[in-house]
């Protein structure tokens, strides 16, 4: 069976090979044939990943035979939505983001965020609170700031669909934050089997397929940089 990929390209500069049946697989690359070499351990990580917590039946069987679904180039638009070197970077909306999610695709997303959820409170657990808040060389933020960061999106990905609550009741807590947001989400998304949602704002698309999808990422994705900084 084919591996059915999203290529998105410019994403921050580099190339994203997103594995669409596998919310948070993926591969980055500086081009797409760096993202296509980084894939087989990319996929080899994930299995690991899902074995780990417990779920290697979800395992990929290889990368092989690649389909690649669509294809899309990062842009950025300023505020009156005209294209410009500097504003808002509009990031992929792939044919397959269209898709209604099924309830077996939820019930399978939900365990893949509390498992991301798990990875990320593991990565800091007995994590000083000078580390927390150090700052690093040329890093945007401390680790402090990327788990504010990491709630702040997962807030924000429910907005872009209009379901988020105001965001005044977002606690400044970090760790009420995280817990706040995250239990919303996943009391969210089962409301969202079958739903045909699509919405634009701000100049890009979103549905619940696309929500899930860069939500399971964004959150890995942190996790695997809160472990590099805290190595080095």
Same mark, same amino acid.
């Given at each position: 069976?084919?591996?059915? &990929?999203? &290529?998105e390209?410019? +994403?921050?500069?580099?190339? &994203?090979f997103?594995?669409?049946?596998h919310?948070?697989c993926? +591969?980055? *690359?500086?081009?797409?044939p760096?993202?296509?070499?980084a894939?087989?351990s +990319?996929?080899q990580?994930?299995?690991t990943?899902l074995?780990?917590?417990g779920?290697?039946?979800?395992s990929?069987?290889?990368t092989?035979?690649?389909?690649?679904?669509?294809t899309?180039?990062?842009?950025?638009i300023?505020? %009156?939505?005209?294209?410009?070197?500097?504003?808002?970077?509009? %990031?992929?909306?792939?044919?397959?983001?269209?898709?209604?999610l099924?309830?077996l695709?939820?019930k399978?997303g939900i365990t893949?965020l509390?498992?991301?959820?798990? @990875?990320? =409170?593991?990565s $800091?657990?007995?994590?000083?609170?000078? $580390?927390? %808040?150090?700052?690093?060389?040329?890093?945007?933020?401390? &680790?402090?700031?990327? =788990?504010?960061?990491?709630s702040?999106? @997962?807030?924000?990905?429910?907005?872009?669909? *209009? !379901?988020?609550f105001?965001?005044d009741? $977002?606690?400044?807590?970090?760790?009420?934050?995280?817990?706040?947001?995250?239990?919303?989400?996943? *009391?969210?998304?089962p409301?969202?089997?079958?739903?045909k949602?699509?919405?634009?704002i @701000? *100049?890009?698309?979103?549905s619940?397929?696309?929500? !899930?999808? #860069?939500?399971?990422?964004h959150?890995?994705?942190?996790t695997?940089?809160? #472990?590099?900084?805290?190595?080095?």
């Amino acid at each position: 069976m084919s591996l059915r &990929i999203g &290529i998105e390209n410019g +994403a921050e500069g580099r190339t &994203i090979f997103w594995v669409l049946d596998h919310p948070g697989c993926f +591969a980055y *690359g500086k081009d797409q044939p760096a993202a296509r070499a980084a894939l087989p351990s +990319a996929v080899q990580e994930y299995n690991t990943w899902l074995a780990n917590h417990g779920q290697e039946l979800r395992s990929i069987a290889g990368t092989d035979d690649i389909q690649i679904d669509s294809t899309w180039e990062v842009y950025t638009i300023d505020k %009156n939505f005209i294209l410009a070197r500097e504003g808002y970077e509009v %990031n992929a909306w792939f044919q397959d983001d269209w898709r209604p999610l099924t309830d077996l695709e939820i019930k399978m997303g939900i365990t893949l965020l509390k498992m991301t959820r798990a @990875d990320l =409170l593991s990565s $800091v657990e007995g994590v000083s609170e000078e $580390v927390m %808040n150090q700052k690093f060389p040329k890093e945007r933020w401390s &680790i402090a700031g990327i =788990l504010r960061h990491v709630s702040n999106a @997962d807030w924000w990905y429910l907005d872009r669909l *209009g !379901l988020a609550f105001p965001s005044d009741q $977002v606690p400044a807590e970090i760790p009420a934050r995280l817990a706040m947001v995250r239990e919303f989400m996943l *009391g969210t998304i089962p409301q969202l089997s079958g739903s045909k949602l699509v919405i634009g704002i @701000d *100049g890009e698309f979103w549905s619940p397929r696309k929500l !899930l999808r #860069r939500a399971v990422w964004h959150e890995r994705d942190h996790t695997f940089h809160i #472990r590099k900084l805290l190595g080095a």
